[in-house]
Nanobody, 123 residues
Framework: QLQLVESGGGLVQPGGSLRLSCVFS????????IGWFRQAPGKKREGVAW????????EYADSVKGRFTMSRDNAKNTAYLQMNSLKPEDTAVYYC????????????????WGQGTQVTVSS
């Protein structure tokens, strides 16, 4: 059974940085687009970023452009989300998701999901 495991969340002050990791359980990782999503209490799940399987191109939500950077290391079956200049409104549970082929910022296109990691931005 394919699994995704997120890590790297925590408590950080406004303006700080965190790097989230998403480990994919199979060596077919390079065939999958990976997305990062977040969900704050009482809010809908929001697409944050995604990276393609073919050319490592990325797309970001407007709310995180210029602050977040997504990357992948196919040799380690791992995707990353570098988050800089964090704001209190970035507080949420962050999830990674995988889809064989083309991804996007819409949750319903993804087939596999991790359990999430909590990110809290507060002074």
């Amino acid at each position: 059974q394919l699994q995704l495991v997120e890590s790297g969340g925590g408590l950080v002050q406004p303006g700080g940085s965190l790097r989230l990791s998403c480990v994919f359980s199979e060596d077919t990782f390079h065939y999958y687009a990976i997305g990062w999503f977040r969900q704050a209490p009482g809010k809908k799940r929001e697409g944050v970023a995604w990276i393609s399987s073919s050319d490592d191109s990325t797309e970001y939500a407007d709310s995180v452009k210029g602050r977040f950077t997504m990357s992948r290391d196919n040799a380690k079956n791992t995707a990353y989300l570098q988050m800089n200049s964090l704001k209190p409104e970035d507080t949420a549970v962050y999830y990674c998701a995988a889809k064989r082929g083309v991804g996007g910022l819409t949750a319903y296109v993804y087939d596999y999901w991790g359990q999430g990691t909590q990110v809290t931005v507060s002074s």
